[in-house]
């Protein structure tokens, strides 16, 4: 015969079992993130993955077809890894048009706060997001799976393609995406040494409001970093360590007054026009450099090795990363000709 003190701790055993299974059950649905969506499918459908990211983990769909997109910065790597996405800010839509083509059915979610209501009515499967969308992850977290990404300030470009790819189940795409890159600028590198290994490479941004330069951790310096391709000394200062004053953004770029124009000397000077100044603006503020005394007096100008290039220069993604490549491959193999000949 069972002693009713057996039966007690039999009891108690049963009780602490079942509340176990309670608080591992809460446990399970938080992490889901109130993803039950992803539940309600038959087994053969349900196929996910855990992400980590800057809010912890998040069971996302292995292979999700209906990615939303808050920020420029996780756009152009979501498409460049074969994924258009359903949503997107219009500006950084638009800006992807510029380097893809027209691009139809990605729908507006805004920039600096995101439609919620219209993410809703969109039913994404998975929703990309920054660090700074932390406020409304709960929000966006009853919507769909959603990640955030960290800005990473040393080669920002790089963590951001990592971080979509590994959201959207890509990195192998991601892989061969940076080894298609390090190997153009191998073959850059090489062509380079056989001609005019040292060639100093300047880069300017004209804006409206005057002449700008990269600082070392800027996209194009990454690019120009890992082509092995000599800079003047000092566009490789960093804000702390610079005389300049530094306006902000997250392109850390560096005003020049007038009377030091000549800091942007150089074999080369890449000058990438501002995507946001109009034609007419633009040209009216080359005129009125070219018109400065000082700019005359740039060996650079007086080689005629100055090259206007575009607002991919300032990118955050491979496409942008390939069309820096194009620009250095079709003016710096041109100019060590040049120089070689002046030589």
């Known amino acids: 015969m069972v002693q009713p003190g057996v039966n007690r701790i039999v009891q108690r055993v049963i009780i602490a079992m079942l509340l176990l299974l309670m608080l591992y059950a809460c446990s399970l649905r938080t992490d889901l993130h109130n993803n039950s969506h992803l539940l309600t499918k038959s087994p053969s459908q349900v196929d996910v993955r855990i992400v980590k990211h800057v809010m912890g983990q998040t069971l996302v769909p292995a292979h999700p077809q209906r990615v939303a997109v808050l920020v420029h910065a996780l756009l152009e790597p979501t498409f460049a890894l074969g994924v258009k996405p359903i949503a997107a800010p219009k500006n950084a839509v638009s800006d992807l048009e510029r380097l893809v083509g027209k691009l139809e059915g990605i729908e507006d979610v805004g920039l600096e706060s995101p439609n919620l209501e219209k993410l809703l009515r969109l039913k994404p499967d998975l929703i990309l997001g920054l660090s700074s969308h932390q406020d409304i992850y709960p929000l966006l977290s009853h919507i ?16 951001f393609l990592a971080f979509t790819a590994d959201a959207l189940g890509k990195t192998q795409s991601a892989q061969q995406l940076m080894t298609n890159y390090y190997a153009r600028l191998a073959q850059l590198r090489a062509s380079l040494s056989q001609r005019q290994p040292t060639t100093v490479v300047s880069v300017a941004e004209l804006r409206a409001d005057g002449i700008f330069l990269p600082e070392a951790a800027s996209f194009e310096g990454e690019i120009l970093k890992d082509g092995g391709i000599q800079r003047p000394p000092n566009q490789l200062l960093h804000s702390e360590t610079s005389i300049r004053m530094r306006l902000g953004g997250r392109y850390a770029f560096l005003r020049i007054p007038e009377e030091l124009l000549h800091e942007i000397d150089g074999d080369v000077l890449f000058l990438v026009t501002s995507d946001i100044m109009s034609r007419q603006n633009l040209n009216l503020e080359l005129q009125k450099l070219k018109a400065s005394a000082l700019w005359s007096k740039l060996k650079v100008v007086q080689h005629s090795e100055v ?13 942008s990363a390939n069309r820096v490549i194009d620009d250095l491959f079709r003016y710096l193999i041109k100019s060590t000709k040049a120089t070689t000949m002046r030589d």
């Not at 769909?144 to 963590?159: C, D, I, R, S, Y």
């Not at 206007?308 to 993604?317: I, P």
């Open 144 to 159: 769909a799976p959603t990640v955030l990404a960290t800005f990473n300030p040393v080669a920002p470009w790089k963590g």
């Open 307 to 319: 090259h206007e290039v575009g607002f991919y220069w300032r990118g955050m993604g491979p496409i």
